[in-house]
C-alpha cells in the first residue's frame, strides 16, 4: 500500500516538473453550527448541538494538477468526547491533453480522524491511491474506467481496521436533447481485522484473539437519470443496486455507536435518490433531495458485559450473540444557499440545511425519526 502511494506521488511530481504553467492557491475558511436529533442513530434519540470551523487550500501547480489539504474541528456542547478533529491531504494529475478523447486521472489521498477519550476508539488513518480512465467514443458515448486500493487503520483499536480496493466500469449516454444517462457496474473487495469467536459448551460464544477475516466481496449497478427542466432548474433520479458475497455463516464484531463503525458499509439491498435543483434570481439556488435505502446488513456479533458479586468478590463475564437487522432508511433536505461578492474580490456564501431521516429496522433499537439542521458560511481568503 505505501509503495503505490509513493509511486502515485513520484509520477505527479514528476509531471509537475514537466509542467511551466503559473500556479494558483485558493483558500476557504468555513464556520458554521448545527443539530442532530439523532447523534447514535437508534431510538434513543439522544441530540446535541455542535460548532464547526474548518480550513481547506486548493494548489493549482498548473491546469493539470491539483493538491488540497483540508482540516475540521467539530466541537460538541454536551457530548465534549465526540468532538472530533479531522484532516485530509490529496494529489491529482491529468496525464492527457484536454483535446485527447483518451483522459487519463491519477489521484492518491490521505486522511486522519481523532476523537476525545470515551470515543477514542474510533480514532483512524487511512489512505487510498487510484486511477481513472475515461474515453469519449462519441459526442454522445463517453466510457469510463476507474480502479483504486484503499487501507483503513483504528490506531486505538485491535479490531475493524480494513483494505481493499475497488473498480468499476460505466458508460455517459446523451440522448434526445440533454437527457442524460449514467450506467455504471462496481466491484470491491475488502479484509477486516477482528477477534476470534469460540463457542463454549454453554451457547455463548467467546473472544480469543485477533484474526484477519477472509476476503469478502460487493457487486452493484447504479443507473442516474438527469436533464435541465427550463432554463434554470435540474432534475436527478439514481437507481443502485448492491450484493454482499458471503458466506452464510460470516458475521462481524458490533460496535456500538452505528454511524462510526467500521462495519456500517456492510449491507446488501436497493436504494432510490433523487434530487431538484432550482436557480432563483439574485443567485439564490434551493435544492431538494431525497433517498431510500432497503437494506440487509452483514450479520453482528454483539457483546454484553455483566457484573456479579459473589463471595470471592466481583465476576465480570463477556457474553456474545448472533444479531441480524434489516433497515428501511428514508431521508429528506432541503438547502439554500447565497453567495455574496466582497469588496476585495472575494466570495462570502452562507448555506441553510434541513433535513428529516426516518429509519424502520428489524432490531427495535434501530427504530428512530430525526431532524437536523445546520447553518454554515464559506469564506475565499
Same mark, same amino acid.
Given at each position: 500500500m505505501k509503495r503505490s502511494i509513493?509511486?502515485?506521488? $513520484?509520477?505527479?511530481?514528476?509531471?509537475?516538473?514537466?509542467?511551466?504553467?503559473?500556479?494558483?492557491?485558493?483558500?476557504?475558511?468555513?464556520?458554521?453550527?448545527?443539530?442532530?436529533?439523532?447523534?447514535?442513530?437508534?431510538?434513543?434519540?439522544?441530540?446535541?448541538?455542535?460548532?464547526?470551523?474548518?480550513?481547506?487550500?486548493?494548489?493549482?501547480?498548473?491546469?493539470?494538477?491539483?493538491?488540497?489539504?483540508?482540516?475540521?474541528?467539530?466541537?460538541?456542547?454536551?457530548?465534549?468526547?465526540?468532538?472530533?478533529?479531522?484532516?485530509?491531504?490529496?494529489?491529482?494529475?491529468?496525464?492527457?491533453?484536454?483535446?485527447?478523447?483518451? +483522459?487519463?486521472?491519477?489521484?492518491?489521498?490521505?486522511?486522519?480522524?481523532?476523537?476525545?477519550?470515551?470515543?477514542?476508539?474510533?480514532?483512524? =488513518? #487511512?489512505?487510498?491511491?487510484?486511477?481513472?480512465? #475515461?474515453?469519449?467514443?462519441?459526442?454522445k458515448i463517453h466510457l469510463q474506467?476507474?480502479?483504486?486500493?484503499?487501507?483503513?487503520?483504528?490506531?486505538?483499536?485491535?479490531?475493524?481496521?480494513?483494505?481493499?480496493?475497488?473498480?468499476?466500469?460505466?458508460?455517459?449516454?446523451?440522448?434526445?436533447?440533454?437527457?442524460?444517462?449514467?450506467?455504471?457496474?462496481?466491484?470491491?473487495?475488502?479484509?477486516?481485522?477482528?477477534?476470534?469467536?469460540?463457542?463454549?459448551?454453554?451457547?455463548?460464544?467467546?473472544?480469543?484473539?485477533?484474526?484477519?477475516?477472509?476476503?469478502?466481496?460487493?457487486?452493484?449497478?447504479?443507473?442516474?437519470?438527469?436533464?435541465?427542466?427550463?432554463?434554470?432548474?435540474?432534475?436527478?433520479?439514481?437507481?443502485?443496486?448492491?450484493?454482499?458475497?458471503?458466506?452464510?455463516?460470516?458475521?462481524?464484531?458490533?460496535?456500538?455507536?452505528?454511524?462510526?463503525?467500521?462495519?456500517? @458499509?456492510?449491507?446488501? #439491498?436497493?436504494?432510490?435518490?433523487?434530487?431538484?435543483?432550482?436557480?432563483?434570481?439574485?443567485?439564490?439556488?434551493?435544492?431538494?433531495?431525497?433517498?431510500?435505502?432497503?437494506?440487509?446488513?452483514?450479520?453482528?456479533?454483539?457483546?454484553?458485559?455483566?457484573?456479579?458479586?459473589?463471595?470471592?468478590?466481583?465476576?465480570?463475564? +463477556?457474553?456474545?450473540?448472533?444479531?441480524?437487522?434489516?433497515?428501511?432508511?428514508?431521508?429528506?433536505?432541503?438547502? =439554500?444557499?447565497?453567495?455574496?461578492?466582497?469588496?476585495?474580490?472575494?466570495?462570502?456564501?452562507?448555506?441553510?440545511?434541513?433535513?428529516?431521516?426516518?429509519?424502520?429496522?428489524?432490531?427495535?433499537?434501530? @427504530?428512530?425519526? @430525526?431532524?437536523?439542521?445546520?447553518?454554515? $458560511?464559506?469564506?475565499?481568503?
Amino acid at each position: 500500500m505505501k509503495r503505490s502511494i509513493l509511486s502515485l506521488a $513520484v509520477l505527479i511530481v514528476m509531471f509537475l516538473a514537466a509542467s511551466g504553467v503559473r500556479s494558483e492557491l485558493v483558500t476557504e475558511a468555513t464556520i458554521g453550527s448545527a443539530y442532530n436529533g439523532n447523534l447514535f442513530n437508534d431510538s434513543n434519540s439522544t441530540g446535541d448541538s455542535y460548532s464547526s470551523f474548518g480550513l481547506g487550500f486548493k494548489y493549482y501547480p498548473s491546469s493539470s494538477v491539483q493538491f488540497s489539504a483540508n482540516g475540521m474541528y467539530n466541537g460538541y456542547a454536551n457530548y465534549g468526547d465526540l468532538s472530533n478533529l479531522s484532516g485530509d491531504f490529496s494529489a491529482m494529475a491529468i496525464l492527457t491533453p484536454e483535446s485527447s478523447p483518451l +483522459s487519463i486521472l491519477l489521484a492518491g489521498s490521505v486522511a486522519a480522524r481523532k476523537f476525545g477519550l470515551l470515543y477514542q476508539l474510533y480514532d483512524q =488513518v #487511512g489512505a487510498t491511491a487510484g486511477v481513472d480512465i #475515461g474515453y469519449r467514443l462519441s459526442q454522445k458515448i463517453h466510457l469510463q474506467t476507474s480502479a483504486s486500493i484503499l487501507n483503513n487503520r483504528y490506531t486505538n483499536s485491535d479490531y475493524g481496521s480494513n483494505r481493499g480496493f475497488d473498480f468499476a466500469v460505466g458508460a455517459n449516454f446523451s440522448f434526445f436533447g440533454s437527457n442524460a444517462l449514467a450506467v455504471r457496474a462496481d466491484y470491491s473487495q475488502r479484509l477486516f481485522d477482528q477477534p476470534s469467536l469460540t463457542s463454549e459448551e454453554s451457547g455463548n460464544l467467546s473472544s480469543s484473539k485477533k484474526e484477519e477475516s477472509e476476503p469478502f466481496e460487493i457487486t452493484g449497478i447504479m443507473l442516474r437519470y438527469s436533464r435541465p427542466l427550463g432554463q434554470q432548474t435540474g432534475l436527478n433520479i439514481s437507481f443502485g443496486h448492491r450484493r454482499l458475497h458471503l458466506d452464510s455463516d460470516y458475521a462481524v464484531r458490533g460496535y456500538s455507536i452505528d454511524y462510526l463503525s467500521p462495519w456500517s @458499509d456492510l449491507w446488501e #439491498g436497493v436504494s432510490l435518490s433523487g434530487g431538484l435543483k432550482h436557480f432563483f434570481p439574485s443567485q439564490i439556488t434551493t435544492e431538494l433531495s431525497f433517498s431510500y435505502f432497503d437494506k440487509s446488513y452483514v450479520d453482528v456479533i454483539e457483546l454484553e458485559i455483566t457484573e456479579e458479586v459473589g463471595e470471592t468478590g466481583t465476576i465480570i463475564e +463477556s457474553n456474545y450473540w448472533r444479531d441480524r437487522r434489516d433497515d428501511r432508511l428514508t431521508n429528506l433536505s432541503l438547502s =439554500v444557499s447565497r453567495p455574496f461578492a466582497l469588496q476585495n474580490g472575494k466570495q462570502i456564501t452562507p448555506l441553510f440545511n434541513i433535513g428529516y431521516r426516518q429509519n424502520r429496522s428489524s432490531n427495535e433499537l434501530y @427504530d428512530y425519526k @430525526d431532524i437536523m439542521a445546520s447553518i454554515s $458560511v464559506q469564506l475565499g481568503l
